[in-house]
């Protein structure tokens, strides 16, 4: 019964795992296809995302079957309460990759309004406790690039769609970037039994579990 836990909480692992690096993917997707102003790259995010969905709802039933079936505890039952949460927060990482695709869609039968250089760097990957300090950089080169765009359609009212699209997909990155830190949260939760939420560091009450009867960190 013990080793058929054990191999329920690797696949878990391993869902969430996959899970993400199809979320990077996605992300690294909607931004190429912006870049690259290629509109079947970005319909082929819209396709991705779908199995996204998927994929949480696979996550969740695993989570709480081994909730309701195993009782977990300590260290167990952080992970795989983090993971109903990781899971989450990237299926909607997910739904704002589709939103970056859509206005890659739009804009790829517009002329270029500018260089894209500051919406790549909101798109960047980093370990979880340093995405936890990067977002607050991610939110101020969102707020300079809102009103580098802002100047664009008040010189120029023909750039408004153009620069409105490339707004909507900084913010979309922006919420993005949220979301990453959630999930770096949780990690960092589930690895160290540390809340780091709000910029606390608080280490959980160290108890007398199951864990520890097992032998188990």
Do not use: W, Y
Not at 52 to 73: G, K, S
Not at 158 to 179: G, K, Q
């Amino acid at each position: 019964m013990e080793r058929h836990f054990e191999l329920e909480l690797e696949a878990l692992q391993e869902q969430v795992l996959l899970m993400g690096g199809r979320v990077e993917s996605i992300i690294q997707k909607s931004i190429s296809a912006l870049e690259r102003r290629d509109p079947a790259l970005a319909r082929q995010v819209i396709v991705d995302d779908v199995v996204i969905d998927r994929m949480e709802n696979e996550i969740d039933e695993r989570c709480l079957r081994l909730l309701a079936l195993q009782q977990p505890l300590a260290g167990d039952l952080r992970f795989i309460t983090g993971a109903l949460k990781i899971s989450n927060d990237l299926e909607r990482v997910g739904d704002h990759a589709v939103n970056i695709a859509g206005g890659a869609d739009r804009l790829a039968g517009l002329p270029p309004l500018k260089p894209l250089v500051d919406i790549p760097r909101l798109a960047t990957a980093e370990t979880a406790r340093q995405i936890c300090r990067r977002d607050d950089a991610v939110d101020a080169l969102n707020r300079q690039l809102f009103r580098e765009l802002i100047s664009f359609m008040i010189e120029d009212p023909s750039t408004i769609t153009r620069a409105m699209e490339l707004i909507l997909v900084a913010r979309n990155l922006e919420r993005v970037a949220d979301l990453a830190t959630n999930v770096a949260e949780e990690v960092v939760f589930i690895a160290e039994a540390r809340v780091i939420k709000h910029g606390a560091e608080v280490p959980t009450v160290k108890r007398l579990t199951r864990d520890d009867d097992f032998g188990r960190a």
